[in-house]
């Protein structure tokens, strides 16, 4: 892989006195904030600009010693650590980080951990088999019409949990042109796919020109029908989405992004800001969080968060499953944590704002939805649904058959478990709950009402 061929800015002039003194100062550049110790001299328009943030991302073990106040004794552990899987974290998302919260869900997400060195012997190095799948280097082709392009492994920030973790160790670079080129060569060949979804890394970091080539290219291709980019840019990174950006992907719909809110705290001002300008050039966004322990495995913590996607007009999509990646399994939960938060939302609030469960299954065995059990039994004449509520429901199953000739048949079939459960009734009802208090409470007043 060649290296990088994003520019990056020259370094910012020394700000004036009368910039330092626009910063509004009840922002983060507060004095004693952790961005003005780190950057005295920033001022808001550099802070705004994504070449800025990217140039003066956190990347050494010097920067890592200073922010977890590392003694001596514990630098070669973590000199080992960022080695074997390096970190960036760009200053605006380590300036959302609650630094008298030792389990800041934020910190967790971006600051190297030991435990990632604890569990390197746990899990596999590609558990998805992406490189098994690869027709041509990045190209994985695993479902029937659609196909990953992994075009960069660079990222403006290094999600500890990362599922691609193994190239890491690549160092950072784009593909070139005669990657790509060999990417939509098999494109071409290939009829059946209609969607390709542009991965890494993260497509929004890499050169703009060469992004637009790309996608104009997979354009011209008669039976690509969609495109897709994933990226966690609006989350980590939300001035990278400028008025250019923005205008080169509307050149190219239909274009969908997926991105990824982990915690409601990445949904800040900014982060809507950028979500925005998406929405409001047609191209519509979906998000794709992560199960992680310790940082949403809660289901007040990922109500909140669907909740305030939905506000924001981003689709909660799919939870998944943290994927059992070496170096990742800290963050896993038991797969039933994730029905268990589904299922207790379920009825709970709108169904926008609940994503599937899925788990990506090893070996390239795709993504695998899973639901908590509704479907209680079933017979040819009906079936035993359960609510959210555990209300059982009896539901009349209507048969492929002529109803009018065939009355008497279906009039004489066994009822069987539906029956021995409910009865002759059509559910069995828990009045406890908030639903059914509330019709209790109208009828009395319709009652008292109609007594007056």
């Known amino acids: 892989?060649?290296?990088?061929?994003?520019?990056?800015?020259?370094?910012?002039?020394?700000?004036?006195?009368?910039?330092?003194?626009?910063?509004p100062s009840d922002s983060l550049f507060k004095e004693d904030h952790i961005i003005r110790k780190l950057w005295p001299g920033v001022t808001l328009e550099q802070w705004n600009n994504w070449r800025w943030q990217m140039s003066h991302s956190l990347?050494?073990?010097?920067?890592?010693?200073?922010?977890?106040?590392?003694?001596?004794?514990?630098?070669?552990?973590?000199?080992?650590?960022i080695d074997t899987y390096r970190f960036a974290i760009t200053p605006y998302y380590l300036s959302l980080i609650d630094w008298f919260n030792p389990?800041?869900?934020?910190?967790?997400?971006?600051?190297?951990?030991?435990?990632?060195?604890?569990?390197?012997?746990?899990?596999?190095?590609?558990?998805?088999?992406?490189?098994?799948?690869?027709?041509?280097?990045?190209?994985?082709?695993?479902?029937?019409?659609?196909?990953?392009?992994?075009?960069?492994?660079?990222?403006s920030m290094y999600c500890r949990?990362?599922?691609r973790k193994r190239s890491w160790h690549e160092g950072e670079g784009t593909r070139s042109k005669m990657e790509l080129m060999k990417m939509l060569e098999y494109i071409r060949g290939t009829a059946e796919i209609r969607e390709v979804i542009i991965s890494g890394g993260d497509p929004l970091v890499m050169n703009i020109e060469l992004l637009d080539w790309f996608l104009g290219e997979l354009q011209r291709i008669s039976h690509v029908e969609v495109l897709r980019i994933g990226t966690r840019v609006p989350v980590v990174l939300p001035m990278r989405i400028t008025d250019e950006l923005v205008g080169v992907?509307?050149?190219?719909?239909?274009?969908?992004?997926?991105?990824?809110?982990?915690?409601?705290h990445e949904i800040t001002p900014e982060a809507q800001e950028a979500c925005d300008k998406l929405l409001r050039a047609g191209i519509p966004i979906s998000n794709q969080s992560v199960l992680l322990r310790g940082v949403n495995d809660a289901l007040d913590v990922m109500k909140d968060l669907c909740q305030k996607l939905q506000r924001i007009m981003v689709r909660p999509?799919?939870?998944?499953?943290?994927?059992?990646?070496?170096?990742?399994?800290?963050?896993?939960?038991?797969?039933?944590?994730?029905?268990?938060?589904?299922?207790?939302?379920?009825?709970?609030?709108g169904g926008l704002c609940i994503p599937t469960f899925v788990v990506d299954a090893p070996g390239g065995g795709g993504k695998i939805p899973l639901q908590p059990f509704y479907l209680l039994s079933a017979t040819d004449k009906d079936v035993l649904l359960r609510n959210y509520e555990g209300m059982i429901i009896k539901y009349y199953n209507p048969q492929?058959?002529?109803?009018?000739?065939?009355?008497?048949?279906?009039?004489?079939?066994?009822?069987?478990?539906?029956?021995?459960?409910?009865?002759?009734?059509?559910?069995?009802?828990?009045?406890?709950?908030?639903?059914y208090k509330r019709r209790r409470q109208k009828k009395t007043l319709l009652r008292l009402d109609g007594n007056a």
């Open 400 to 435: 492929e058959v002529d109803f009018a000739k065939n009355r008497r048949a279906v009039d004489a079939k066994q009822e069987g478990g539906t029956a021995q459960v409910i009865g002759s009734g059509k559910a069995l009802v828990p009045e406890a709950t908030p639903r």
């Open 161 to 163: 949990h990362c599922t």
């Open 1 to 23: 892989m060649e290296s990088d061929i994003l520019k990056e800015a020259e370094e910012p002039p020394e700000p004036s006195p009368s910039e330092k003194l626009a910063l």
């Open 103 to 155: 389990e800041d869900p934020i910190r967790k997400q971006c600051l190297p951990d030991l435990k990632e060195l604890d569990y390197l012997v746990v899990g596999d190095r590609d558990p998805l088999e992406e490189e098994e799948d690869m027709q041509a280097p990045g190209l994985v082709h695993r479902y029937p019409d659609r196909v990953l392009a992994v075009v960069t492994n660079t990222c």
């Open 249 to 264: 992907l509307a050149k190219h719909r239909p274009l969908w992004i997926n991105t990824q809110f982990n915690h409601p």
């Open 317 to 349: 999509y799919y939870l998944y499953q943290c994927d059992p990646v070496k170096g990742v399994e800290h963050f896993r939960t038991s797969v039933w944590k994730g029905i268990e938060i589904i299922e207790t939302m379920r009825g709970y609030t």
């Open 59 to 81: 990347k050494s073990l010097d920067a890592l010693a200073g922010l977890l106040n590392l003694k001596p004794y514990q630098l070669s552990k973590y000199q080992r650590l």
